[in-house]
C-alpha cells in the first residue's frame, strides 16, 4: 500500500472534481461521493499504518514529473511512521467531520460546495503529509492555506466570517514569506528540497551550522504563521467565524497541526543547531501561556476552545524545541482527537442554542445527554486526568522537558496544565450545569441528530484510549514507533505523573468551587485583580498593538504616498477640508489614485495602443497582401543590414 | 548565348509584375492570373536551375509540373469562390469586399 | 530503389478513408448525414492506431522519411482533426449543406498534413502543403450563402496562394543553390559552403515569408483575423490548430535538418517574428468584441511563444514545441469547442453575449476557463508546461530578453482571456434559458479537459513519447 499511497490523497481530488463537476446540484450524491471517498482514504491508511509497524522505513518512492537538463523536479513520497500516524489523525478526523457535516449543514445552500472544499482540504492536507521534499510541502502547504481561507469565508455574506478568512490569509502568508525564504536558503546550501538528501547532507555535516539556524528559523515562521504561534496568533480565534465543522477538522485538529509536523520535519536541524532549537522552544512557551491565559476568560465558546488550541500547539512546540520528537508529535495525535471532540461538541451546542456565549447557557446537560458526556470526557483527557489520553501526551511531554533540564520550561508547562484545567472545566461547568441563565436558549435546546452524536461518540472512545499506546510502560509502544535516529523510551516517571496531576486537578478545582459551587464569586475576582483580568480579557491587547503599530504604519505610508500623487498645488488647496476626513478616506483614495491609477494607466496604454495597431486590419485584402511583401522587404533589409 | 544570369532575370522581373498585379488589379480574376504569374516565374527558375545546375536529373522539371499541377487546382477553387462572390456580392471586385476588419 | 509502400499506410489509409466517406455521403439520406462525421471519426481513429503501430523508416529515395517526429505531428494532426469534427456535428446539420464533402475535406487536408510531416525533400513538402491547404480554402468559404464566409474565403484564397508563391520562390533559389531538393543533400552542400550569398538569404527569407503564413505568424498574419472570423467556425477550429502546426512541421523540417548549419543566419529573423507576434497578437486580441476575432489574435500571439522555443534550434526546442502544440490543441479546439456550442444556441460569437453564462451552462463556463487558463499558462494546466519548456528552450541558449518579452506580454494576454471570464461569471445577461450541449460535443469537451489537465499535472510520459522526436535532426 505504501508504494501506492498517493491513491490516499487522490481520492479526496477525485471527489472535489467530480462534485464539481457533476454533482454540484444534487446534494446527496456530492455528500455521498465526499464521505466515501474520505473513509477509503482512511482504510487505505490505515493498511499503510499496518505496513509501517512491521518495517518503519523510511520508504521513499520518487516519481519524474519534469525533467529536463538543468532542473529536476520530482514528486516524490516520504513515508515513514510519522506519515502514518499523521495520516491516521487527518482521515479519521476529517471522515468524523465529513459525516458529522451531514447534520450540521444540513439545509445550507451551498451544502454540496461545502463538500468539494472539505475534499479539497483533505487532498491536500494529504498531499502536504506524503509529500517527499520541502517544495512540494510548500505547495501543498499553500494549497492548505487557501482552502482554509475558503472554508473560513464559507458563509461569506458574513461581513465578519469574509474578514476573519482575509485576516487568516494575510497573517499566515507573512509566517509562509518566511517559510520560502527558508527554503531557499536551504536550496541554496544542500542544492536538494528532498527530505532524504537533505537529512543525509545535515548527517555528514555537509552544510555549515550558520546556515543550518537561519534555515531551521526562517523555515519555523512558517510553522509560526499555520500553528498559530506568538506573534502571529492573532487570527485563529477571528477562523472561528467559520462553519463549526471547519474550526473541528482544519482549525483544531489538522492544518494548524501541520505547523508542528513541519517542525518535527526539521527535526535534524533542531538537534544540530541550539539557537534554532531554543527559539523554537520558547516561542511555544510563551504561546502556551499567552494563550492559556486568555482562554482563562473568554465568553464565546469557540474562542476559549481556540486559544486552548493555540496553547496546545505551543507545547507541542515547546516539546519539539527540547527535542522531544516522539513526545511532540505524540501529543500532537491525542491533541486531534480531543479537540476534533471538543469542537464538534461546541457546535452541537451552537447547533441546539443558537448562541457562542457561555454566559447565556447553562443546565444544557439535561438536554443534551451525550453532547455533554462526550464534552466532559474530552475536557477530562485535555486537563490530563488519568487514564485518558491526555494524560499519557502530556506526561510524555513533561518528561522529555524534565529529561534535557529546561526546570523554567518545566515550571510553566505544569502551570499551563492547571491553567488548561481551569478553562476548560469553567467552560463545561457553565455551558452544562447548574441553573438555566437564558431560559429562551434553555427551551429551545435539543440533542442533535445522530449523524452529528455518533462521530462525537466515536472521538469519545478515541480521546479515552488513543493514547493508551504511550503508556511508557509499553514495551513496543507509541516510541519504539514515531522516533527521532533512536527509540527514546524513558522509565515511567512517578513524581512528574503526580505534580502534573495535582495541577491538573486544583485547576478543576478551582473552577468547581467558581462556577458550580459559586462558592468564589467569579466576578469580585475579576474586579480584585482588574488590571491583569483586563489585560488578559483583551487579548493582550494584540490586535490593539498590531492595529496601533503596523496597521498604523501602513496607513501612515498610504498617506505620505497619497500626497506625493497629489501634487503640491493641490495638496495645499484641499489641505484643509481633507484633514478632517483622510482617517476614513486614506484606504480608498490611494486604491482608486495610486493602485487602480497605476493599473489603469497601463492598461489605458495597452488599449490606446491596440486601438493604432488594429487600424493596420483594413480589410481590404490587396492591403494585406501589400503588408506580406512589405514584410519580406523589411526581413531581407533586417539581414542585410 | 542565352545564360542562367539571363533566365533568373526573367523570372525575377515576372515574379514583380505578378506581385504589381495582385496589389493594383480590381477585378479578382485579374489578381488570379497575376498570382499565375508568380507562379509560373518559379517555375522559370525550376527549369533554369535544371538546365545549368544539375543537367543529369529532372528533379527541377518535375518539380515545375507539379507546380503547374497545382496552380491549376488553385485557379479551380479561386474561380469557384469568385462565382461565390459573384452571387453574394453581385461584384467581383476585390476592393468592394471589406466587411470584416479591425 | 527500393520501394516500401507500407510505410506510407497511415497517409495512404486516410486517402482511401476520405473517398469512402465521399462515395458513402451519394448514398446516405440527407437526414442521416451525421453519421458521416462518426464514420470520419473511426476512420481517424483507426488511421492514429496504425500511424502508432506502423514502422519507421525511409523510401523513395529519402523523400518519405516516417520517424518519431512525423509521428508526433500525426497524432496532434489526427487529434485537431477528431476533436473537430466532433464538435462540428451540430454546427454542420445546422448551417452548412453538403455535409459528407466538409467531413471528406477535413480528412483530405489531414492526408496532405501527414504527408508533410513525412516529408524529406522539398517537393513532397511543398505538394502536401498545398494538398493541406487548398481544401481549407474550400472549407473556409463553405457557409456558401453567407458574406462573411465567402470574403473569408476569398481572403484565404488570394493571400494563401500568394504566399505559396512566395515559398515555391525560395524554393526555387534553394534549389538553385544547393542543385537538389532532398532535405539532408541540401544540409551537405550548404556546411561545404564556406559563405553565404544574397540569393541565399532570399530564399531563406521567403522561405519564412511562406511558411509564416501558414503559422499566421507577423507580419503574414492579416488574413488570420478576418478569415477566422468569416469561416465556419469548425474549420476555425481546425485552421487555428492543424494549419499552424503543419506549418510549424514543415518550418522544423526545413530549418533544423536542411538549413541548420545557417542558423546565424535567420535565428534573428525570426527572434523579430516571434517578437512582433507575441507584440502584436497579445496587444490587438485587448480591443476585439467578437470572440472568434479575439482567438485569432490570441493564436497569433501563442505563435510568438512557440517561435520562443524555436529559435533555440535544440533538442530541447523539438521537444518543448511538440508538447506546446500538444497542449496548445487541447486548450484552442477546446475553446472553439465551447464557442461552437454556444454559437448553436444563441447564434452569436459576440463576447457581450457570453454574460451569465455560468448560470446558463456551468460546464461550458468552467470548461472555458480551465482553456484559457491554459493558453496563459497557468498551472496546473498543460499550457503552463509547454510555455516553461519552451522559455527553458531559450534561456538554455541565452535569449534571456525574448523570454522576458514573453513572459510580460502572457501578462497582457491575462487580462483579455480573464475579461472573457469575467463576462461569464460577473455580468449577467438578458438571457438566462440554460444552454444545452449535445452528448457528442459533451464527449470532445471532456477530452479537451483531460488532455489540458493531464499533460499539466503528469508531463513525464508525454515527454518520453516524443523524446525520439529531436533524434530526426541533432
Known sequence: MIKYSYIIAFLPLLSYVLIVFFFSKREKTASGIAITAVVSSFVLSLIALFETLADHGPHIFEYEWIVIPGLKLPLSIFFDPLTAVMLMVVTIVSSCVHIYSLGYMHGDPRFSRFYAYLSLFTFSMLGLVLSGSFFVTFIFWELVGLTSYLLIGFWFEKKVASDAGKKAFITTKIGDLGFLAGLLVLYWAAGTLNYSEVYHQIEENQIPAIILTAAGILIFCGAIGKSAQFPLHVWLPDAMEGPTPVSALIHAATMVAAGVYLTARIMSIIVVSHTAAMTIAYIGAITAFMAASIGLVQNDIKRVLAYSTVSQLGYMIMALGVSGYTAGTFHLMTHAFFKALLFLGAGSVIHAAHTNDIQQMGGLAKKMPITSKTFFIASLSIAGIFPLSGFWSKDEIFASIYHEGHYFLLAL????????????????????????????????????????????????????????????????????????????????????????????????????????????????????????????????????????????????????????????????????????????????????????????????????????????????????????????????????? | MVTLEHYLILSALLFCVGIFGLLTRRNAVGVLMSIELMFNSANINFIAFSKFITPEALTGQIFAIFVITIAAAEATVGLAIVVLMYRNFNAVNVDKINFMKW | MQIELSLLSPQLFLLLWAILVFVVDFFTAERNKASLAYLSIIGLVLTAIISISSKQGETFGGSFRADTFGLSFNIIFLGSAILTVASAVDYVKAHLKHQGEFYGLILLSTVGMMFLSASGDLLTLYVSLELATISLFVLAAYMKSDLKSTEAGLKYLILGAASSAILLYGISLLYGISGTLVLDAIALKLSQMPTVGPLFILSIVMIIA????????????????????????????????????????????????????????????????????????????????????????????????????????????????????????????????????????????????????????????????VFLLSLVGIPPMAGFIGKFYLFSAAIEKGYYWIVVLGVLTSVISLYYYMSIAYQMYFKTGDDDSPVRVSPTMAVALVVALAGTLLIGVYTQPVLSAISGASSAFF
Open chain 1, 413 to 641: 508547562a505544569v502551570l499551563v496544565a492547571g491553567m488548561t484545567a481551569f478553562y476548560m472545566f469553567r467552560l463545561c461547568f457553565l455551558t452544562f450545569t447548574g441553573e438555566a441563565r437564558d431560559y429562551h436558549v434553555y427551551e429551545h435546546a435539543h440533542e442533535s441528530p445522530k449523524t452529528m452524536t455518533y462521530p462525537l461518540i466515536f472521538l469519545a472512545f478515541l480521546s479515552i484510549f488513543a493514547g493508551w499506546v504511550g503508556m511508557p510502560w509499553l514495551e513496543h509502544g507509541y516510541s519504539s514507533f514515531v522516533y527521532f535516529e533512536h527509540p527514546h523510551h524513558a522509565a515511567a516517571n512517578y513524581v512528574l505523573m503526580i505534580v502534573g496531576t495535582i495541577a491538573a486537578l486544583s485547576g478543576i478545582f478551582l473552577a468547581y468551587q467558581m462556577y458550580y459551587k459559586r462558592a468564589i464569586d467569579p466576578v469580585k475576582m475579576g474586579a480584585r485583580f482588574k488590571p491583569v483580568y483586563t489585560f488578559i480579557y483583551n487579548k493582550w491587547y494584540f490586535d490593539e498593538l498590531y492595529m496601533g503599530t503596523v496597521i498604523k504604519f501602513a496607513y501612515w505610508f498610504m498617506e505620505v504616498l497619497y500626497r506625493f500623487d497629489q501634487g503640491v498645488i493641490d495638496w495645499f488647496v484641499n489641505f484643509v477640508g481633507r484633514f478632517g476626513m483622510f482617517n476614513s478616506r486614506v484606504w480608498q483614495t490611494f486604491d482608486v489614485y495610486v493602485v487602480d491609477g497605476a493599473v489603469n494607466g497601463a492598461g489605458f496604454m495597452t488599449r490606446w495602443f491596440a486601438g493604432g495597431l488594429r487600424k493596420i486590419q483594413t480589410g481590404a485584402v490587396q492591403n494585406y497582401a501589400f503588408v506580406i511583401f512589405l514584410g519580406v522587404v523589411l526581413l531581407m533589409l533586417f539581414k542585410m543590414i
Open chain 3, 210 to 369: 511562406g511558411l509564416s503564413f501558414k503559422l499566421a505568424a507577423v507580419p503574414f498574419h492579416m488574413w488570420c483575423p478576418d478569415v477566422y472570423e468569416g469561416a465556419p467556425t469548425p474549420v476555425t477550429a481546425y485552421l487555428s490548430v492543424a494549419s499552424k502546426a503543419a506549418g510549424l512541421a514543415a518550418l522544423i523540417r526545413i530549418f533544423f535538418k536542411s538549413l541548420a548549419s545557417t542558423s546565424m543566419q535567420w535565428v534573428p529573423l525570426l527572434m523579430a517574428i516571434s517578437a512582433m507576434a507575441m507584440i502584436l497578437g497579445n496587444v490587438v486580441a485587448v480591443r476585439q468584441h467578437n470572440i472568434k476575432r479575439l482567438l485569432a489574435y490570441s493564436s497569433i500571439a501563442q505563435i510568438g511563444y512557440i517561435l520562443v522555443g524555436f529559435i533555440a534550434v535544440s533538442e530541447l526546442a523539438v521537444t518543448s514545441i511538440i508538447l506546446y502544440v500538444l497542449a496548445y490543441m487541447f486548450a484552442n479546439i477546446g475553446a472553439f469547442m465551447v464557442v461552437i456550442a454556444f454559437y448553436n444556441v444563441s447564434g452569436s460569437d459576440d463576447i457581450m453575449a457570453y454574460a451569465g453564462l455560468s448560470k446558463r451552462s456551468p460546464f461550458l463556463a468552467i470548461s472555458m476557463v
